[in-house]
């Protein structure tokens, strides 16, 4: 099979789809591996390593697209690389189709395969290939909302652990899966006062006993969530539906509770967001000011710490990547169904119901599952 990777061209993201290990991993199995020069150099991976570990380059992204039969990126593609979508090639990537309808409508359009990361399932229901993305945003977020608090900006000038004579920080996060747990794990290094809400109460009984009861948690409803932002300091939200648009469960008027200075991190903006007020931002212009409180909707966050993100990313996805090289993309499919729950659109048609929901658009079933 040939297989390419290419340049990210989202504002902001440094990773790389496919590392000069995972090329060698392919081409010592026979495969051609073709890369566009410079993809991996904010990375930390120089075309060198690609070409000493059997990668051949290419010019220009355009020129990756029409050569292979699989392209492996991070993230969705952007308007400036609709134009190479094409049957006969399919795209392994996040997608997040729920929040992206241009892109949906297009691999309709251009009878490109696609399947998105995000959407691999496990038999157990776990999502192998979110699951190290969710780890570094959920570190991110605890970091990112620490700073925006302090001046200068338009945070209050709070600092979350407090000091002796002053108390913590409030800190509530919504969700409680892996970006909530690693979010919990760094806030409560810095000493602030978390909570944890969920409608998932063997989840929260988890947590609670995993930090040896150092954190609150709370079964989350709209009564509940709005009592625990009113003077919060920071609030991460993180609710996940997997392949379908998170829910609004913070309102606009929750967000003004919270009052001036305070902040939100949203890391569920890659499926629309999870509060009235959030609305997608770039690495370029990542905050805003809503209700008088700081948003940071950042739609890519891990994008920032490419060498850690794309090291983490890449050790999950090649397993899957060597699969579809060796069977073949519809063989893979038949064979793993873990992968053929991350099929999006084959043969120019959607297969994700949830998506079709959300837009309006028809939906046909999943020839593999």
């Known amino acids: 099979?040939?297989?390419?990777?290419?340049?990210?061209?989202?504002?902001?993201?440094?990773?790389?789809?496919?590392?000069?290990?995972?090329?060698?991993?392919?081409?010592?199995?026979?495969?051609e591996v073709y890369f566009e020069r410079g993809a991996g150099a904010r990375s930390g991976h120089m075309d060198v390593a690609y070409v000493s570990s059997g990668g051949r380059p290419l010019e220009t992204a355009a020129e990756v697209w029409a050569t292979c039969d699989l392209v492996v990126k991070v993230k969705e593609p952007v308007e400036s690389e609709y134009g190479y979508l094409?049957?006969?090639?399919?795209?392994?990537?996040?997608?997040?189709?729920?929040?992206?309808?241009?892109?949906?409508?297009?691999?309709?359009?251009?009878?490109?395969?696609?399947?998105?990361?995000?959407?691999?399932?496990?038999?157990?229901?776990?999502?192998?290939?979110?699951?190290?993305?969710?780890?570094?945003?959920?570190?991110?977020?605890?970091?990112?909302?620490?700073?925006?608090?302090?001046?200068?900006?338009?945070?209050?000038?709070?600092?979350?652990?407090?000091?002796?004579?002053?108390?913590p920080g409030k800190v509530v996060i919504v969700g409680s899966g892996t970006v909530a747990t690693a979010a919990a794990r760094v806030l409560m290094g810095l000493d602030a006062r978390v909570t944890v809400m969920s409608r998932d109460l063997a989840r929260l009984t988890y947590l609670q006993e995993n930090f040896g009861g150092r954190i609150g948690t709370r079964v989350s409803s709209p009564q509940g969530v709005a009592e625990e932002l009113f003077g919060a300091d920071l609030a991460i939200l993180s609710v996940l539906v997997p392949g379908a648009a998170a829910p609004k469960v913070v309102t606009r008027d929750m967000v003004r509770t919270m009052g001036p200075g305070a902040v939100i991190v949203d890391v569920s903006i890659d499926q629309g967001g999870a509060s009235e007020t959030s609305r997608p931002t770039t690495h370029s212009e990542p905050t805003y000011v809503e209700e008088g409180v700081v948003h940071y909707c950042v739609t890519n966050m891990p994008g920032a710490v490419p060498q850690t993100s794309t090291q983490a990313l890449t050790s999950a996805t090649l397993p899957y990547i060597e699969e579809i090289a060796r069977l073949g993309v519809e063989g893979a499919l038949t064979a793993d169904r873990a992968l053929a729950e991350s099929l999006s659109t084959y043969q120019g048609q959607l297969v994700r119901g949830p998506v079709a929901e959300t837009f309006g658009l028809g939906a046909t079933p999943n020839p593999f599952l």
């Open 1 to 31: 099979m040939r297989i390419g990777t290419v340049r990210e061209r989202k504002d902001g993201e440094a990773r790389v789809g496919l590392t000069p290990e995972g090329a060698f991993a392919l081409a010592s199995h026979g495969h």
């Open 86 to 167: 094409r049957p006969g090639c399919s795209l392994f990537t996040y997608l997040h189709l729920a929040a992206e309808r241009e892109l949906t409508e297009r691999l309709m359009a251009s009878g490109c395969t696609s399947l998105a990361y995000e959407l691999v399932r496990k038999a157990d229901g776990s999502l192998p290939l979110l699951a190290p993305m969710s780890q570094v945003a959920g570190r991110m977020a605890a970091e990112i909302g620490a700073h925006l608090l302090k001046h200068p900006g338009p945070g209050k000038g709070k600092l979350l652990g407090g000091v002796a004579g002053v108390p």
